[in-house]
Nanobody, 120 residues
Framework: QVQLVESGGGLVQAGGSLKLSCAASGRTFNTAMGWFRQAPGKEREFVAS????????NYADSVKGRFTISRDNAKNTMFLQMNSLQPEDTAVYYC??????????????WGQGTQVTVSS
């Protein structure tokens, strides 16, 4: 069974930065992974994804140039560096394993989420 545990969320002022981590355990860490987010009253949406070797990285238009996805396979951990945060980035952020695209159905495993709140 795969377990994904997010950390690094919190409260930050607009313009600030946060770095999220997602630690994976329970199986070989040899698949693509991604980050999604869900704001109150909205559907869960794609944020970024990264291939196993890190050579392919995809971003939602809303975060391009501000967020950077990366991974350390030796430590079974994925990261999301978030800079220039804005109030509209406020959401619960989820890591997911098994896909590289933007559709939720591509991802077989999900973490419990970490709250990111950006104050204006």
């Amino acid at each position: 069974q795969v377990q994904l545990v997010e950390s690094g969320g919190g409260l930050v002022q607009a313009g600030g930065s946060l770095k999220l981590s997602c630690a994976a355990s329970g199986r070989t860490f040899n698949t693509a992974m991604g980050w999604f987010r869900q704001a109150p009253g909205k559907e869960r949406e794609f944020v970024a994804s990264i291939s196993w070797a890190g050579g392919v990285r995809n971003y939602a238009d809303s975060v391009k140039g501000r967020f950077t996805i990366s991974r350390d396979n030796a430590k079974n951990t994925m990261f999301l560096q978030m800079n220039s945060l804005q109030p509209e980035d406020t959401a619960v952020y989820y890591c997911a394993m098994g896909g590289i695209g933007t559709a939720l159905r591509e991802y077989a495993y999900w973490g419990q989420g970490t709250q990111v709140t950006v104050s204006s």
